[in-house]
């Protein structure tokens, strides 16, 4: 079974960056989109980013602007850097994968503290 490993999550400042990673467990084959959702307390699983194997990339209106995301060197790795960090940031973000099958990762919690 394939699994999503994430890192890069923790407390931040207002203001501060944030990068996240997302590595699979397999290179067995390349999933045709990566990306991050995220999800607040209380709240629903919302978009952050995602990117296409051909490059292509999508962000959430909360985001857009101040976020980067981007495919690392290794097959199935995927980053994202988010600048200018607000407190309404501070959510679960899970790292998604999208191929034959979709995959989730565990969730990296992000707290952006005022």
């Known amino acids: 079974q394939v699994e999503l490993v994430e890192s890069g999550g923790g407390l931040v400042q207002a203001g501060g960056s944030l990068r996240l990673s997302c590595a699979a467990s397999?290179?067995?084959?390349?999933?045709?989109?990566m990306g991050w959702y995220r999800q607040g307390p209380g709240g629903l699983r919302d978009l952050v980013a995602t990117?296409?194997?051909?490059?292509?990339?999508n962000y959430g209106d909360s985001v857009r602007g101040r976020s980067t995301i981007s495919r690392g060197s290794a097959k199935n790795m995927v980053h994202l850097q988010i600048d200018s960090l607000k407190p309404e940031d501070t959510a679960v973000y899970y790292c998604?994968?999208?191929?034959?099958?979709?995959?989730w990762g565990r969730g990296t919690q992000v707290t952006v503290s005022p």
């Open positions: 998604y994968a999208h191929g034959t099958y979709d995959v």
């Open positions: 397999t290179r067995d084959f390349i999933f045709s989109e």
């Open positions: 990117i296409t194997s051909g490059g292509s990339r």
